[in-house]
């Protein structure tokens, strides 16, 4: 056995976990004393965190069992639901280990992956690293559609290629993790956030396992609105995309006008009337809306860092239930 053991903390954002995060927990009971990874190197598991994060079902009754039979597993309540980067960012820090590993409630990650995970941050030097799925992911054809699509976009259009990279399934060092959890704001996105602080990434592949439950927690209105925090926290390239559309705007604009006042010097021809008004009328008011809304989406995100607004709150204990409830 080497000279170092690598202690890695497991943080598991918990919303509809009532049928699955049990088996997950138990799954780490192998990892509970110092395992080898793929290429000699030691760690163990010695924390369990699980954030409460106020779901539908009754996942706080099983968390509190499980917090009460488990001597490693841990229990970080939110006094609502916050969302997945925020109650994964709360129980980042909550953490205590030399590696912080995420994993989703739903058991499509499997936890001896881990292992590989860390053989790539030693080999590579890398303080962060992504799950790389050789399958697709347990999900329909139209949402593994939409995920990919939406990656583009963001690699291509909005010039963030780090977004490909980005998974769920990630090992992060743990003092860069509860660091950055210290100074995250409401309205980040947590793999973006991490591109702020984090100077080498590695991926190790993995496979996806079947979700534990039959019905995923997103729905295609949650996935969007990920989609489009993740535009917000990219940087300012939305708003020079804006500045482009306007630019070329007013080109068309002025080309167009030196079109009418052409034929209307040589005689070629009555200028167009009012369908053409309002065709140029409808798309510059069109363009100004979008850039007056996207500029107010960006103005909303400073507006909550400024005004101080928590990015998640804990509390001691999970909302009570009525009486025998919980037995």
Known sequence: MGDRI????VVVPVYRGETTIA?????????????????GSWFTVDEIVLVHDNGPDRSDVVLAELAESKDRVEVVWLSRNYGQDAATIAGMAASRGDWI??????????????GHFLDSALAQRADLVYSKPTNSPP??????ITSRGAKLVLSTLFQ???????????LIRGDIGRKLAQVAAAGVY???ALTWVVGRTATAPIELRTEGR?????????LFSLFWKMVLCSGTRGLRIVSVLGIALALAGGILAAVVIVKALTGEGDPEGWASTIVAILLCSGSILFSLGLIAEYLGVALHVLAGRPLFLTVDSPTPRPDGEDE
């Open 23 to 39: 088996n997950l927990v138990s799954e780490f009971d192998k990892y509970a004393g110092p395992t080898e990874t793929p290429k």
């Open 190 to 192: 947590l793999d973006i």
């Open 101 to 114: 590993a995420t994993l989703d409630e739903d058991g499509q990650h499997d936890p001896a992956f881990i």
């Open 214 to 222: 039959p019905v995923s927690g997103y729905t295609y209105r949650r």
């Open 6 to 9: 690598h202690s890695v903390s």
């Open 160 to 170: 963030f290629p780090a977004v490909t990279q980005f998974e769920s399934y990630r």
């Open 139 to 144: 999900h329909g054809f139209v949402r593994n």
